[in-house]
């Protein structure tokens, strides 16, 4: 088979398939290679995000938290429920059902926007020719008038602790095991790491994190890093940093992991062993040496702010690109790239990008942090309110954690919102609207909030970085 398009995208994730979805809607003949195969062992779309990342691991933490809950509690409600159970197998046909209704909804959007799936692996050539095998190794070669390379990245692989069928599993394996193992290593206290560990803690597992930096959560303001820390210790989630990981042997079903810390070698058995050191792009095969596209230093594909490599009409995006490993950057770079190739102003403010991690309480944040502020010598004013004094935290009896927001003194706008608590993914979308609007600490102040809400909790810190918080004491009231 051939065919010409106005666009070619490689790659079907968060990042290639809302490049193909868009640049359809702009009238540009569009196709998408995507070879993932899912678990029922037919092709998908929608990448490592919705199969075996993002959407499932959420479904996991949502049901795990729930459970916890209940288990918890429920009685300090006033809820008897008896004894609460899981149903592990039960869980992971759930988030299984999940991933099949979404990845099939996008299989959906493209029929109903004129997108040509081409399932298998693709390969960008020269004079932009993409040739796409098949899984029964056939090929078939398309040119594209425009390409974008979305292929996304992979786990990162440690020699030391080689990953060993359902003992040693990096991300995607931790998602599908079927009992509650007795004992976890998670290598790595990162987003990833915390997440999976809290996944199988709140089902029973003893889960030990070894971090090899001394610092916890370093990309996070400190202040929410530590709140963070001492929350998750007692829920039980053992973290251990300044810990290298030597190696692993699987030995009798179990395994025996090798670390150092500042006192000295340890050797320690578990069950089960998850490898969450982070990711890496993701372009093996992907790229032939007559593309004629640069990569930098690190494997990524060099890109302007534009998201267009060296070669005209050749456009990467998401997680093969400089930046963070985030869905929702990749998806507003296909976007942009979409709108760019079809002439109009593409955009993605780089400044404002939202981070979030799903654990209970989530930690999110947007912006700069009080420490790079400090490091670049600007006058600001923090501003914070604990959900200990929220009248709705109280109701639903999740009081942990705080809302931190920090202003530019010399021109009133917000500049850093820092939030670990209930809902923290949600409430951060105000201060991102916010930021993005070039908003000022007075423009949330005169926003009326309704009561009792969450969201209180945002206007109570703007409030508190003018010295007049209402239902906390502040320090220097105007």
């Known amino acids: 088979m051939s065919g010409s398009f106005d666009v070619i995208v490689i790659g079907g994730g968060p990042a290639g398939y809302v490049a193909a979805i868009r640049a359809a809607q702009l009238g540009l003949k569009t196709a998408c290679v995507e070879e993932w195969i899912n678990k029922q062992d037919k092709p998908a779309l929608g990448g490592t995000c919705l199969n075996v990342g993002c959407i499932p691991s959420k479904a996991l933490l949502e049901a795990t938290e729930l459970y916890a809950e209940a288990r918890d509690n429920f009685a300090d409600l006033g809820i008897v429920v008896g004894k609460v ?14 991933v099949s209704e979404l990845t099939g909804g996008i299989s959906a959007l493209f029929k109903a926007n004129g997108i040509e799936w081409l399932q298998g692996r693709g390969k960008l050539g020269a004079d932009k020719q993409v040739t796409v095998t098949a899984r029964d190794g056939s090929e078939s070669s398309y040119t594209g008038a425009n390409i974008i390379i979305a292929t996304g990245s992979v786990p990162i692989e440690l020699k030391a602790t080689p990953l060993d069928s359902n003992i040693v599993v990096d991300s995607s394996g931790a998602l599908d095991w079927e009992s509650v193992p007795g004992s976890i290593c998670v290598i790595g206290a990162g987003i990833i790491g915390l997440e999976l560990g809290s996944v199988w803690r709140r089902m029973g597992s003893e889960v030990v994190l070894l971090e090899a930096q001394d610092d916890f959560l370093p990309m996070v303001d400190k202040a929410v890093a530590r709140e963070a820390a001492k929350t998750f210790k007692k829920q039980g989630l053992d973290i251990r940093l300044g810990s290298r990981v030597m190696g692993s042997v699987v030995e009798g079903g179990r395994v025996k992991v090798t670390y150092q810390d500042s006192e000295g070698e340890h050797e320690t058995v578990f069950d089960k062993l998850i490898v969450a050191v982070g990711r890496r792009a993701f372009t093996d095969g992907a790229l032939s040496s007559e593309a004629g596209v640069e990569l930098d230093e690190r494997g990524l594909i060099h890109v302007n702010d534009k998201c267009e490599t060296n070669v005209p009409g050749i456009y990467a995006i998401g997680d093969v690109v400089r930046g963070p490993m ?23 403010n780089y400044d404002v990008m939202p981070n979030v991690i799903y654990t209970h309480p989530e930690v999110a944040w947007v912006g700069k942090t009080e420490e790079e502020l400090k490091s670049e010598g600007v006058d600001y004013q923090v501003g914070q309110f604990p959900f200990a004094a929220s009248g709705r ?12 927001i920090i202003r530019d003194k010399t021109n009133d706008r917000l500049v850093g919102a ?8 949600e409430l951060l979308a105000q201060s991102v609207l916010a930021m993005e609007f070039d908003g000022t600490i007075e423009d949330i102040v005169r926003t009326i909030h309704a009561h009792p809400t969450l969201s209180e909790a945002i206007h109570e810190a703007a409030l508190s970085a003018e010295g007049r918080a209402i239902h906390i004491a502040n320090r220097k009231a105007r």
């Open 85 to 98: 159970d899981v149903d592990v197998p039960k869980m992971i046909a759930r988030k299984d059902g999940i």
């Open 393 to 404: 935290a109280k109701a639903k009896g999740d009081t942990g954690g705080l809302v931190k």
């Open 326 to 348: 985030l869905a929702h950057k990749g998806s507003e770079e296909g976007i942009m790239a979409a709108e760019l190739i079809a002439g109009q102003h593409g955009h993605v």
């Open 418 to 425: 820092h939030i670990i608590g209930p809902s923290a993914s």
